[in-house]
């Protein structure tokens, strides 16, 4: 079965500063990973995802993660926070063993200025 | 397009009520799911369907029923409301088990 870990379940950065928010999956076939962001009050909004092809996927807002096998991860990366990008954020796998989308337990992200 | 619809946004109910949070899709998925999101604990797979007439339990199934007569349509069902069924309820549908999710906007249940 699947299973997804986000380790930290607060972080804190700067305004401009490298934003890193991990996820470490677990799957005995080949994963779909995903990450979502969610405002407050709002529904979830999809990120980005890594299907098959490039291990470096890049979304929206300046986010990317890399998919590392060896690892068993797809963290999440922002060269530069912003203020706008408080919110929180969660990393879900799938994969053909299941039909359903499993998340992590999430990462609340504080921007201060 | 609509998308994802839940209805109603928010509810109070006593304990021991029963009600049914709706949940419409115009984007003719297959699959769709119900999560609950409490503080700190990610979202929990309440349950899914792969399609009209098919319903699976997910993780957290216990007090809560659905159904799926429709590709549109896919209400969960609380028959006897308890405070451990305060949570945000998300409906999300997919095309496919190997695409992205997307989401409603999400119901919000107190029971006092």
């Known amino acids: 079965a699947q299973s997804v870990t986000q380790l930290g379940s607060h972080v804190s950065v700067s305004e401009g500063a490298l934003v890193l928010l991990r996820c470490n999956y677990s799957?005995?076939?080949?994963?779909?990973l995903f990450w979502y962001v969610q405002y407050p009050n709002q529904g979830l909004q999809l990120l980005l995802k890594y299907t098959t092809g490039a291990t470096l996927v890049k979304g929206i807002n300046g986010f990317e993660a890399e998919f590392k096998k060896s690892e068993t991860s797809f963290h999440l990366t922002k060269p530069s926070a912003h203020m706008s990008d408080a919110a929180e954020y969660f990393c879900a796998v799938s994969d053909s063993s299941g039909t359903a989308l499993i998340f992590g337990k999430g990462t609340t992200l504080s921007v201060s200025s | 397009n609509a998308g994802v619809t839940q209805t109603p946004k928010f509810r109070i109910l006593k304990i021991g009520q029963s009600m049914t949070l709706q949940c419409t899709q115009d984007?003719?998925?297959?699959?769709m799911y119900w999560y609950r999101q409490d503080p700190g604990m990610g979202l929990k797979l309440i349950y899914y369907?792969?399609?009209?007439?098919?319903?699976d339990k997910g993780e957290v199934p216990n007090g809560y029923n659905v159904s799926r007569s429709t590709t549109e349509d896919f209400p969960l069902r609380l028959e006897l409301a308890a405070p451990s069924q305060t949570s945000v309820y998300f409906c999300?549908?997919?095309?496919?088990?190997?695409?992205?999710?997307?989401f409603g906007q999400g119901t919000r249940l107190t029971v006092v």
């Open positions: 999300a549908t997919r095309p496919s088990w190997n695409t992205e999710a997307f």
């Open positions: 799957s005995s076939v080949p994963p779909y």
């Open positions: 984007m003719n998925h297959n699959y």
């Open positions: 369907s792969v399609g009209a007439g098919i319903t």
